[in-house]
């Protein structure tokens, strides 16, 4: 037998186990739904007779208060206007069960509702005839006719006949939902039996279904998957046995003279390919290594041209302004024709001063052109806080002298020892003295304190000066920051705290602002101590 036949029958067999199963599902779930939907409605509509039937008692009691206290105009309406809305809604529910109703004597049924409701309305509409007659005996001020008028035609007359039809309405539903809940208990009963009657046929017509195309189809298809996933990890020897003169069969019979085919076809090629890879891997060694030395010259040029690009335009940026006023100067000086030489000398002095600021400006942007291009060496080697903090207070003590300020250090008597080198982080130091003597009040204390905290050194110094604004920490270490908006604008072109904070990375150290609650700026060094391990 040809596979297409044993599909075919399969396939056949599949389809009528499908279709058993769906006519037995469609046919419970077409009960159930139309079970539910009719529940559903009776037990809409009990819900809404519970609320006619309280509105009814709240009309009654308004005619009643009427006859009692007065005439209530607003509540009365609003009572007859929800116990008409609840009459209306009823109407309404039993003409949607109606339309779906399949049984002509459910929906004969229905209508019979539909008239009570209808006495109801005519009910009522007496009960407000007698409601306006009451009215008008108690304006009149008859109010003993009045009270025998209530107690006759609505105590009891209409009251009566009202609870009558709402009572019969009520029984007629709870009568209905005890008969369909008694319906679908019956109909649950009768769906499982004919579920459990579907399932031997089922399970017989799927079990034959499945020895079939197990025995015809997937053992010889598992057989073939097999043999080529052992084909695709190169194992050329898996055989697959041929079962049978049908599609499969052939099948089984071409896969094994391809894997014979492609066993000697790859004994010829490994030689070849052995040769090749030789060949590739050198040539592909030789590539990469050429490409990763033209690699670092590339980066290594447009490092070199980025640092000289910035570096020629900050220096032409912070050259033009000092130039320009040393060549002012020299012209007004050259334009004097008194041959008083004091004024020549102050021009001249100033020129000096100017150059000399020039100088340093030149030999700050060196010193950043030289460290960005890698050419300033650090010397890494124990050294003492201690004697780093006296040396920079060395050098910075003229210009403190000059504006009598006081440097009061205050360092412990233990050694504080670091890896580093000790003139770049005793040029770090003057750096900061520097920047907080020309900022501090003339006669006032500069204090710089040393501690070791854990395993790092700790440099503090604070000077009672204008401090720095909250936004500018994260930026007076920029080169040729100088402050914006700040007592610290416009003083220096602030190249020492980004050459400070070079030095201190060299030194896997840290340099920052510290805020403080008073005024006055604190900036801090923090560097690695040097311990044993170390």
């Known amino acids: 037998m040809r596979i297409h036949t044993k599909i075919m029958i399969s396939h056949t067999v599949l389809a ?28 809409e509509q009990l819900r809404n007779l519970d609320l006619i039937a ?28 929800v116990l008409s809305e609840h009459l209306a809604r009823q109407q309404a529910l039993i003409a949607d069960e109606v339309d779906w109703l399949a049984s002509e004597e459910e929906r004969i049924e229905e209508l019979r509702e539909v008239d009570r409701i209808e006495q ?9 005839a007698v409601y306006a007659q009451l009215a008008e005996e108690i304006a009149q001020g008859r109010r003993e006719q009045a009270n025998d008028l209530y107690r006759d035609e609505i105590e009891h007359r209409l009251d009566e006949a009202l609870s009558a039809h709402i009572k019969a309405l ?64 190169g194992d050329l020897s898996s055989m697959v046995e041929a079962g049978g003169n049908d599609e499969l069969g052939n099948l089984a019979e071409r896969f094994n003279r391809m894997t014979s085919e492609i066993s000697n076809q790859r004994s010829a090629l490994e030689g070849i390919n052995l040769n090749l890879e030789a060949r590739v891997s050198r040539r592909t060694a030789e590539l990469r290594a050429r490409s990763a030395e033209l690699e670092a010259a590339n980066e290594r040029l447009r490092e070199l041209n980025a640092n000289r690009a910035r570096f020629f335009a900050d220096l032409s940026h912070e050259l033009r302004t000092p130039l320009t006023i040393l060549r002012g100067q020299a012209e007004v000086a050259l334009r004097r024709s008194d041959r008083n030489p004091e004024p020549l000398r102050e021009t001249l002095g100033s ?12 030999e700050d942007m060196l010193f950043l052109a030289r460290s960005e291009h890698g050419s300033i060496g650090v ?16 050098d910075s003590r003229a210009l403190a002298r000059d504006r009598r300020i006081i440097l009061s250090p205050m360092q412990p008597i233990e050694p504080i020892m670091v890896r580093g080198d000790a003139d770049r982080l005793r040029q770090a130091l003057v750096i900061l003295l520097d920047n907080a003597i020309k900022f501090a009040p003339d006669g006032s204390t500069i204090r710089i304190t040393l501690e070791g905290a854990g395993e790092r050194g700790l440099i503090r110094v604070h000077d009672d000066g204008p401090g720095f604004l909250a936004e500018e920490t994260g930026m007076v270490f ?18 020492g705290l980004a050459i400070a904070k070079w030095i201190i990375e060299r030194h896997a150290g840290a340099i920052g602002i510290e805020r403080t609650s008073g005024t006055g700026a604190t900036v801090y060094i923090n560097v690695p101590r040097l311990t044993e391990s170390t």
């Open 16 to 43: 009528a186990t499908i279709m058993l199963s769906c006519a037995g599902a469609i046919h419970t779930q077409q009960v159930a739904d139309n079970t539910r939907r009719h529940l559903s409605a009776s037990y």
């Open 54 to 81: 309280i509105a009814a008692k709240h009309y009654l009691e308004q005619i009643a208060e009427l006859v009692i206290i007065g005439p209530q105009g607003l509540e009365m309406e609003q009572a007859r206007k």
């Open 120 to 128: 109801i309305v005519v009910v009522l509409g007496e009960m407000d």
């Open 170 to 233: 009520v029984a007629r539903e709870v009568k209905e939902v005890d008969e369909i809940s008694t319906e679908a208990a019956r109909l649950s009963q009768v769906s499982a039996w004919v579920t459990l009657g579907l399932l031997p046929i089922v399970a017989v017509l799927g079990g034959f279904n499945i020895l079939m195309l197990n025995r015809t189809v997937l053992r010889p298809v598992t057989a073939l998957a097999n043999a080529a996933d052992a084909v695709g990890r």
């Open 351 to 362: 020129i000096v001063r100017k150059a000399a600021e020039m100088g340093r400006l030149v």
């Open 379 to 394: 010397e890494m080697k124990p050294v003492v806080l201690q004697d780093v903090i006296a040396d920079a207070l060395l």
């Open 478 to 495: 920029s080169r040729f920051y100088c402050g914006q908006g700040s007592a610290r604008a416009g003083h220096g072109v602030g190249l």
